[in-house]
C-alpha cells in the first residue's frame, strides 16, 4: 500500500554549514517525485535525510502517519539504490538479495519467495550466482534495485542511479525503473542531475539550488511554466532563449520593448509601471519563416545543429543568439538571413531584478 | 609485483614503448642503473649463493670448500638449541602475529568511528612503532622486572597476590616478547588496516544501516572480507619481522631463562659469532630464508593478482 | 507484515550518548594507557634517585626531578670499562644515519626514475629482484657481506656501515619512488623528452622536484630504520663507530656494580629521542611512509 511522505520545516547541515535550511516538502501516496538540481545542491543530502542516514537540525520527517525524524532507517519501511550500487563484493547476487533479510531473520521459504519475485521482475535468474564484480554495470544496478525490492517497502529512494551507466544502459534501465514504479504503485523519490531522467520518470519534478527547491510541478508544467530564470535556464535542450527587455502594461494588453523592436502583447496584462524583464521563448516558439502571424523579425543564421529528427538553428539577431527547433530537413545554410516568429504569447517574463516569474 | 594506478598505461602498450624510446635508450640510463644491478647480483643474489654453498661444506671456523651434501643440515636439526629456537618462534610468531592483527585491526576500526581527536589516539597508538626493538625490548624488562617493575608497585600497593613476571619464568617468558612486539606493531596494523578501511564506499555502509544490518554483523561479513588485501600485506609484515626477531630478544630477554627465548636469528648470530660454527649458521640462515620466501612469494603473487583483477574488473 | 514503523520510530531526538559510544571511548582509553604506559615510566623513572625507585612505585612521579641520571647517561655511564655514556654512540649514529641515509634515497631515487620512465631492458626483473631482496633475512648476508668488506678494507669502519645500510635500504627506497613516479603522468615525462630533455637534466630539473614528498617519506623512513638498526651495527661498525643502539644495549648489560635504573631508562630515552621526534612532527608522512612502503618488508 503507497504511503506519503512529509517534510516539515526540514534543517540539515554539517557541523555549522547548512545545506538545507527549513525545507517543506509533501510527496503524495505512490507517486513518483524526482529532486533535479545541479551537484552540490543538497539533493543526497535530503534523500539521505528521508532515509535516516543524516541527522536533522530541526524539523521533521513522517512517512505514512509516523513521525519517524528519529527512527532507524531500517524501520522506516524503505528502499535505497545508490550510485555506486554498493552491493557486497563478497557475495554473490542470490546472497546480495537475501543477506539483509536472513539477518533481520525472515522465515527461510519467506526468503525464498521474496528472492525468486525480485529476480523474476529484474530478470536476474541467470546471474545469481555470480558475484558482483563478475557482472555490467547495468546488471550490478538491477542487482542494487532488487536488493530494495525483497525489502517489501512501501517507499523506494534512488540517488542518481543511472549516472555511472553508458548512455544506450541509462534509457533501458530507465524505462525498467518507470515499469516498476507502474507495477508496484510505491512512492519513489529520486534524485538525478539529468534533466531527461527527471523530465521522463517524475509525476512532479522538485528542483533544487542551494537547498532550496525552486520549483515544485509537474514536468510539463516546469517546462511551460519555469517559476524563475534558474529554473528556465536549467530545463531545456537546447536552453530557453532570453530576451532583456522593459514591460509597458496597458489596458487591453501589453507592450514588450527589446533592442529587436516593440512588440504588442494582445491579451496579456501586467500592471502598468515599466519593468524592466527577461522574455524566455522555447525554441520551438520561434518559428522559421514570414507569415507566421507572430511578432516578427529579421535574423541570420550562424550555426546549423541537426540532430536527425529535428535540426536546432542558432541565429544572429542584433547583439542576441536565438535558438529555433526545425524540421529535420530544413534546407537553410549560414549566413542566410531569415525571418524569425517570436510566440511572445506563450513567452515566459521574468522580473529582471529578482529573476522571479511575472504570472 | 606492485600495485600499479589503474590510470597507467599497461607496459604493452605501444603508445609507451613508442614515447619512452626503447630504441634511443640513453648511456646515462644503464649507468644510473649500474648500482642497483650491482648490488642486486653481488650482493643480494651473490652472498646469497655463497652461503647456500657454505651451507652445503663442512665449514666450521674457516670456509672449507669441502662438499658435504645435507650434513649441516642434519647437525642443526639435530642441535637441541636450534629445535627449541624453532617451537619458541612457532610459539612467538603465532601470538604476535594474531595479537597485532587482532589489536591492531580493532584499533583501526575504533579510530575509524567518527571519534573525537582521532588523529590524536591514531599517534599515540603508533608511536611504539618509531621505537627500535633495543628501546621496546627494555621498556618491557624494567616492566616486569619482579623487583622495580608493575609486580612490585602493585604488591606495594596491597595486592600481595599480582604477579607480572614474565621474563623471569621459563613458561611464560616467550608470551613476554610477543607482548613487546604487539605493542610495538600493533599501530603499524591499525595504519594498514585504516587505509583499507577507508577505502571503502560510504554508500556501502548506507546500504548496511538501510538493511538493518547490526554493525558487529557489517564489520565480519562485509568489511573484513574486502580488508582481504590489507590483512594480507599485515600478516605478510608481521610474519617477516617474528621470522628475524632478534634484537627484541636481545633487550628483553637475552634468550633466556634458561633457553626459552631463544630464537633461530639469535641462534645463527652466535653460532656465526660467538661459538663461529659457519656450517650451523649458514645452514640455519638458509633454512630461514626459504621459509621467508616460502610466506611472502605466495602472497605478492596473490597480491599481483588481486590488482590486477581490480584493474581489469573496474 | 511485520509493522515496519515501531513505536520506537516516534518521539524526541534519542540521547547521543549511547553506551556502545561509551565502550568505545573506553576502548581507547585503555587502548591509549597500554600503549602510553611503559613510556611514561620510563620518563619518570629516569628523574628519580635510586632510592624512590627501589621503593616501587612506578606510576607515580618522582619527588624531585633529578636530572642527574641524565648527564650521567648522556656523558658517564660504563659499557664494560668504557665509561662514555651513549653521546660517543649518538654521534656514531649521526655520522652513520646522515650519509647513509642521503646517499640509499639518491640511490633509490635515480633507480626507481630509471626503471618507472626509462624501462630499459632487464628493468623488470631488477624490479622484482630488488622486490624480493628486501624480503630476504639479512642472516643470510652475513658472513659474505663481512668477508667482502674485510676484502674491500671496509670491515669496522664508517664507510663500511655506511654502505652496508645503503645496499640493505636499496629495495624499501626504491620500491618508494618507482611507485611515486607511477602516479606521476607519463605526458610529463614526453613533454620533457619533446622538448631536448636527456636522462640527467630530466630527472635533476623536473622529477626530483617533482618528488618532493617522496623524498621527505623516504628520508623519514631511511632515517629512523637506520638510526634503530642494532643488528648491522653490531656486526659492521666496529668499537670506534658503535651506533647510540648497540652503545645503549652494553650500558644496559653492564653487570660491574649496581644497576643504575634511572640511568639506564634516561639513555634508553636519548636513544629513542630522535626518531621520535621525528615521528612526533612528521606524523603524516610517516604514516604516508608505511603505507607506501608497505608493499615491501
Ligand atoms: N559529509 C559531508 N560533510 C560536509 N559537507 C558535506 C558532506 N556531504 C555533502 N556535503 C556538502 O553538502 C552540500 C550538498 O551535498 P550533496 O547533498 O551531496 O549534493 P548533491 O547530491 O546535490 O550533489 C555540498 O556542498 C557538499 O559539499
Ligand atoms: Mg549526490
Redesign the pocket.
Known amino acids: 500500500m503507497p504511503v506519503p511522505v512529509s517534510l516539515r520545516s526540514v534543517d540539515i547541515?554539517?557541523?555549522a554549514?547548512a545545506?538545507?535550511k527549513n525545507l517543506n516538502l509533501e510527496i503524495a501516496a505512490g507517486e513518483f517525485l524526482v529532486?533535479l538540481?545541479?551537484?552540490?545542491?543538497?539533493?543526497?543530502?535530503?534523500?539521505?535525510a528521508i532515509a535516516g542516514l543524516?541527522d536533522l537540525a530541526k524539523g521533521e520527517v513522517w512517512i505514512g502517519e509516523r513521525n519517524v525524524t528519529w527512527a532507524d532507517p531500517k524501520d522506516r519501511g524503505i528502499g535505497m539504490v545508490f550510485q555506486s550500487y554498493a552491493l557486497y563484493p563478497n557475495m554473490n547476487v542470490e546472497k546480495n538479495l537475501s543477506f539483509g533479510l536472513t539477518v533481520a531473520g525472515v522465515p527461510k521459504d519467506e526468503i525464498v519467495r521474496r528472492v525468486a519475485r525480485a529476480s523474476a521482475i529484474l530478470q536476474l535468474d541467470p546471474y545469481l550466482k555470480r558475484r558482483p564484480s563478475e557482472l555490467s554495470g547495468g546488471q550490478r544496478q538491477r542487482v542494487a534495485i532488487g536488493r530494495a525490492l525483497v525489502r517489501d517497502v512501501d517507499i523506494f529512494l534512488f540517488?542518481?542511479p543511472l549516472s555511472n551507466l553508458d548512455a544506450k544502459l541509462r534509457t533501458e534501465l530507465r524505462v525498467e525503473i518507470k515499469k516498476l514504479h507502474h507495477e508496484l504503485a510505491s512512492t519513489m523519490i529520486y534524485?538525478t542531475?539529468d534533466q531527461v531522467e527527471a523530465m521522463t520518470l517524475a509525476n512532479r519534478i522538485a528542483i533544487?539550488r542551494d537547498?532550496v527547491i525552486q520549483q515544485l510541478a509537474t514536468p510539463r508544467e516546469i517546462y511551460q511554466r519555469p517559476a524563475n530564470l534558474f529554473v528556465a535556464g536549467f530545463i531545456g535542450s537546447p536552453a530557453m532563449n532570453l530576451l532583456k527587455g522593459t514591460l509597458l502594461g496597458s489596458d487591453g494588453g501589453s507592450l514588450f520593448r527589446s533592442s529587436l523592436g516593440e512588440f504588442d502583447l494582445p491579451g496579456k496584462a501586467f500592471p502598468a509601471e515599466p519593468r524592466e524583464v527577461v522574455a524566455g521563448l522555447r525554441p520551438e516558439q520561434i518559428i522559421v519563416g514570414a507569415g507566421s502571424g507572430l511578432a516578427e523579425i529579421e535574423a541570420t543564421i550562424s550555426v546549423i545543429d541537426a540532430m536527425g529528427p529535428e535540426t536546432v538553428i542558432w541565429c544572429r539577431a542584433r547583439e542576441n543568439l536565438l535558438s529555433a527547433r526545425v524540421a529535420g530537413d530544413f534546407p537553410g545554410q549560414v549566413d542566410e538571413g531569415i525571418t524569425l516568429g517570436l510566440d511572445l504569447a506563450n513567452a515566459s517574463f521574468f522580473d529582471q531584478d529578482t529573476g522571479q516569474r511575472l504570472p | 609485483m606492485v600495485d600499479q594506478p589503474a590510470a597507467r598505461i599497461p607496459a604493452s602498450s605501444p603508445a609507451r614503448t613508442r614515447a619512452t624510446g626503447r630504441l634511443r635508450l640513453p648511456v646515462a640510463a644503464l649507468a644510473a642503473l649500474t648500482p642497483a644491478w650491482l648490488i642486486i647480483l653481488l650482493v643480494y643474489l651473490g652472498t646469497t649463493i655463497w652461503t647456500v654453498q657454505l651451507s652445503l661444506t663442512n665449514s666450521r671456523m674457516l670456509p672449507s670448500s669441502e662438499f658435504v651434501g645435507l650434513a649441516q643440515y642434519e647437525r642443526l636439526f639435530g642441535t637441541a638449541r636450534w629445535t627449541i629456537s624453532i617451537q619458541n618462534l612457532l610459539t612467538f610468531g603465532v601470538v604476535y602475529v594474531v595479537g597485532a592483527l587482532v589489536v591492531g585491526f580493532l584499533l583501526a576500526v575504533a579510530v575509524d568511528r567518527h571519534v573525537r581527536f582521532e588523529s590524536m589516539w591514531r599517534t599515540v597508538f603508533l608511536y611504539p612503532y618509531a621505537l627500535s626493538f633495543i628501546v621496546t625490548g627494555l621498556m618491557w624488562q624494567w616492566l616486569m622486572n619482579p623487583e622495580i617493575g608493575i609486580q612490585a608497585t602493585m604488591r606495594a600497593a596491597g595486592w600481595t597476590w599480582f604477579t607480572f613476571d614474565w621474563t623471569t619464568k621459563s613458561s611464560m617468558a616467550i608470551y613476554a616478547v610477543a607482548l613487546a612486539g604487539i605493542w610495538q606493531s600493533a599501530g603499524l596494523v591499525m595504519v594498514l588496516m585504516l587505509a583499507g578501511l577507508r577505502g571503502i564506499d560510504?554508500d556501502l555502509w548506507r546500504a548496511t544501516r538501510i538493511e538493518g544490518i547490526p554493525l558487529w554483523r557489517t564489520y565480519i561479513s562485509i568489511v573484513l572480507p574486502q580488508l582481504g588485501p590489507s590483512i594480507a600485506t599485515a600478516f605478510m609484515l608481521l610474519t617477516m619481522g617474528a621470522v628475524r626477531t632478534f634484537d627484541l630478544v636481545v633487550a628483553l630477554t637475552n634468550g633466556g631463562p634458561g633457553q626459552s627465548t631463544e630464537v633461530p636469528a639469535k641462534f645463527i648470530m652466535d653460532s656465526l659469532f660467538a661459538r663461529q660454527d659457519l656450517g650451523l649458521a649458514t645452514a640455519g640462515a638458509t633454512v630461514m630464508l626459504a621459509t621467508v620466501m616460502a610466506v611472502t612469494i605466495p602472497i605478492l603473487y596473490a597480491r599481483d593478482i588481486w590488482a590486477r583483477r581490480r584493474a581489469g574488473t573496474i | 507484515m511485520r509493522d515496519p514503523f515501531p513505536q520506537s520510530a516516534n518521539g524526541p531526538r534519542p540521547d547521543k550518548v549511547t553506551p556502545a559510544r561509551l565502550g568505545l571511548y573506553a576502548f581507547l582509553v585503555i587502548a591509549a594507557l597500554f600503549f602510553l604506559l611503559p613510556a611514561y615510566v620510563m620518563l619518570v623513572t629516569s628523574f628519580k634517585s635510586m632510592e624512590e625507585i627501589r621503593s616501587a612505585q612506578i606510576f607515580s612521579l618522582p619527588h624531585l626531578f633529578d636530572w642527574s641520571a641524565w648527564i650521567k647517561a648522556w656523558s658517564s655511564a660504563c659499557a664494560g670499562v668504557n665509561c662514555t655514556g651513549v653521546s660517543a654512540g649518538f654521534w656514531n649514529s649521526v655520522k652513520i644515519t646522515i650519509p647513509a641515509t642521503v646517499l640509499s634515497v639518491l640511490l633509490g631515487a635515480v633507480t626507481g626514475y630509471a626503471l618507472s620512465f626509462w624501462r630499459p631492458p632487464g628493468g623488470k626483473i631488477l624490479f622484482a629482484a630488488i622486490t624480493i631482496g628486501g624480503f630476504i633475512p639479512l642472516q643470510i648476508f652475513l658472513f659474505p657481506m663481512v668477508r667482502a668488506t674485510a676484502m674491500l678494507g671496509l670491515y669496522n669502519s664508517l664507510a663500511g656501515i655506511v654502505l652496508v645500510h645503503v645496499v640493505f635500504g636499496l629495495p624499501l627506497t626504491t620500491l618508494l619512488f618507482r611507485n611515486y613516479y607511477a602516479s606521476i603522468p607519463v605526458e610529463l615525462f614526453k613533454a620533457a623528452r619533446v622538448d631536448g630533455a636527456g636522462f640527467w637534466r630530466i630527472f635533476v630539473s623536473l622529477m626530483l622536484p617533482l618528488s618532493l614528498p617522496m623524498l621527505i617519506v623516504a628520508g623519514l623512513m631511511q632515517m629512523t630504520g637506520i638510526w634503530n638498526d642494532f643488528l648491522l651495527g653490531l656486526v659492521f661498525a666496529g668499537r670506534d663507530n658503535l651506533p647510540m643502539t648497540v652503545q645503549l644495549n652494553n650500558i644496559v648489560t653492564t653487570t660491574t656494580g649496581q644497576r643504575e635504573y634511572n640511568v639506564h631508562m634516561a639513555a634508553t630515552v636519548l636513544t629513542a629521542l630522535v626518531p621520535l621526534v621525528a615521528y612526533f612532527v612528521s606524523g603524516r608522512w610517516f604514516v604516508r611512509g608505511i603505507t607506501a612502503g608497505s608493499v615491501k618488508g
Open positions: 547541515g554539517y557541523g554549514t545545506v538545507v529532486l538540481g545541479p551537484s552540490g545542491c543538497g539533493k543526497s543530502t535530503l534523500l539521505n543524516t540517488d542518481e534524485v542531475h533544487m537547498g | 560510504a
